[in-house]
């Protein structure tokens, strides 16, 4: 067992993309995944885990997840920027801290499946993390967070605190009032 930082990420709208054209689909996602996987190591992570258009890494720093997250999701926009509208590919990230299980290089446990449901409640192009991840990273990064209170998920007996991450910096009044 081990305490890491968990970064789950999935494509937003990926069976619709499909349909509409598989080879272009399949080679915007092998670019974005170049990028994807460049800045996981650039900021000394590790991917875990990929399927179909999830990709799942671990962190032994909170921050160094945050940082890649957010400049993941920089780039992606980027690239997708270069793209015809109907052929952009958005990822949605979720972050969480836990302990996880190891085995042959594969983590499991319930901060991977928090991680991932988090990440099903992030904005196309966006990042949620939970309440551990935002009191970690708080006063040492510039992003605002706006509260998404507690959220009930699948297949996890407790909610959630969620937080959507905002670049301008801006803290939801909510949050400032919270403190």
Do not use: W
């Amino acid at each position: 067992r081990k305490l890491v930082a968990i970064v789950a990420a999935d494509v937003a709208g990926y069976s619709r993309l499909m349909e509409a054209d598989e080879e272009a689909t399949l080679a915007t996602l092998s670019d974005h995944r170049r990028i994807i996987d460049q800045e996981i190591a650039d900021h000394r992570g590790r991917i875990a885990g990929t399927a179909g258009d999830s990709v799942l890494a671990e962190f032994a720093s909170v921050l160094d997840a945050v940082h890649a997250g957010l400049r993941i999701q920089q780039l992606l926009g980027e690239a997708n920027g270069a793209l015809p509208e109907h052929r952009r590919m958005q990822f949605r990230i979720g972050i969480n801290i836990g302990d996880v299980m190891v085995k042959d290089g594969d983590i499991f446990g319930d901060g991977v499946n928090i991680a991932a449901r988090i990440e099903a409640l992030a904005r196309p192009g966006g990042i949620c993390v939970s309440r551990g991840v935002r009191d970690h990273i708080r006063h040492k990064i510039l992003v605002g967070f706006e509260d998404l209170g507690e959220q009930s998920v699948k297949n996890i007996a407790q909610p959630i605190r969620v937080f959507h991450l905002r670049l301008d910096g801006a803290e939801d009044a909510d949050e400032l009032a919270a403190d």
